[in-house]
């Protein structure tokens, strides 16, 4: 398997956060190739006790698709 497309690595990523977060609406604003790793970026919808909030993620994936590092935070 070589190096993914820029549309794969967005679509790794919302398949991720879906999973992890168990949320559907997933919000991409950029995806990037930098030093040879997809850095992907974005929002999504979170309740804490009730409450909604938004939460900013940054999720890193090598060429071939494998996420190296997650960070997620309160905005």
Do not use: Y
């Not at 879906?18 to 929002?43: A, F, H, M, P």
């Amino acid at each position: 398997m070589g190096a993914i497309s820029t549309e794969a690595a967005r679509q790794i990523v919302v398949d991720f956060i879906k999973q992890k977060k168990r949320i559907e609406r997933i919000e991409v604003s950029t995806v990037e190739n930098k030093n040879g790793c997809w850095v992907v970026r974005g929002t999504c919808p979170i309740d804490l006790d009730g409450h909604p909030w938004a939460e900013k993620f940054e999720v890193i994936l090598n060429q071939k698709g494998k996420i190296k590092s997650t960070e997620f935070a309160l905005l």
